[in-house]
T-cell receptor, first 110, second 118 residues
Framework: RKEVEQDPGPFNVPEGATVAFNCTYS??????FFWYRQDCRKEPKLLMS???SGNEDGRFTAQLNRASQYISLLIRDSKLSDSATYLC???????????FGTGTRLKVLA | DTGVSQNPRHKITKRGQNVTFRCDPI?????LYWYRQTLGQGPEFLTY????????KSRLLSDRFSAERPKGSFSTLEIQRTEQGDSAMYLC????????????????FGSGTQLSVL
């Protein structure tokens, strides 16, 4: 079983739609959680960290469910520019590495 | 530009040859990571340096791979006797505990080196 699992998509949604991605992680010792965005042929960039209480940044909302070991990302009012791959990232205590999921591809259609 | 710099951007080599990539992190960052990414997959962790010390290395990494960060600044990743399965994008990232101002540590990635092994 992969340590971090995501639905690869693609998710094709119209502009203005709300879309949600989930990510599950297998190690209960995981302590830090992030969403990164990766545009085609570009490097990943941090979109937002995920805090236990949930957090929001403009149109983006991230939530963490430790009991079920999943993280979610909600994008409201999708823009064409949101089209990208969204990578779920987990860091576990006792290790320095950040573990990336395979990514979920989003395409926002005009 | 004070971002993470990687060289070369592209490398084409024949199977069996050795290749070396370089990463120059953001100058004040003491943490440096190497990742490998293939099409349709997320970045896969290879190794981690804190200053000049290599503190973690992936168990998946064969002994053909070696990385150094001799003075705690730039880093090199060498692959010996390349195989076609080594073809991938090799990404370097750097970070610093002070770069976030909060709980989360932000990784800054370079543009990567695309390796093609023929």
């Amino acid at each position: 079983r992969k340590e971090v699992e995501q639905d690869p998509g693609p998710f094709n949604v119209p502009e203005g739609a709300t879309v949600a991605f989930n990510c599950t992680y297998s190690n209960s010792a995981s302590q830090s959680f992030f969403w990164y965005r990766q545009d085609c042929r570009k490097e990943p960039k941090l979109l937002m960290s995920v805090y236990s209480s949930g957090n929001e940044d403009g149109r983006f909302t991230a939530q963490l469910n430790r009991a079920s070991q999943y993280i979610s990302l909600l994008i409201r009012d999708s823009k064409l520019s949101d089209s990208a791959t969204y990578l779920c990232v987990v860091k576990t205590s006792g290790t320095y590495k950040y573990i990336f999921g395979t990514g979920t591809r989003l395409k926002v259609l005009a | 530009d004070t971002g993470v710099s990687q060289n070369p951007r592209h490398k084409i080599t024949k199977r069996g040859q050795n290749v070396t990539f370089r990463c120059d992190p953001i100058s004040e960052h003491n943490r440096l990571y190497w990742y490998r990414q293939t099409l349709g997959q997320g970045p896969e962790f290879l190794t981690y340096f804190q200053n000049e010390a290599q503190l973690e290395k992936s168990r998946l990494l064969s002994d053909r791979f070696s990385a150094e960060r001799p003075k705690g600044s730039f880093s090199t990743l060498e692959i010996q006797r390349t195989e076609q399965g080594d073809s991938a994008m090799y990404l370097c990232a750097s970070s610093s505990p002070t770069s976030t101002g909060g709980r989360a540590e932000k990784l800054f990635f370079g543009s990567g080196t695309q390796l093609s092994v023929l």
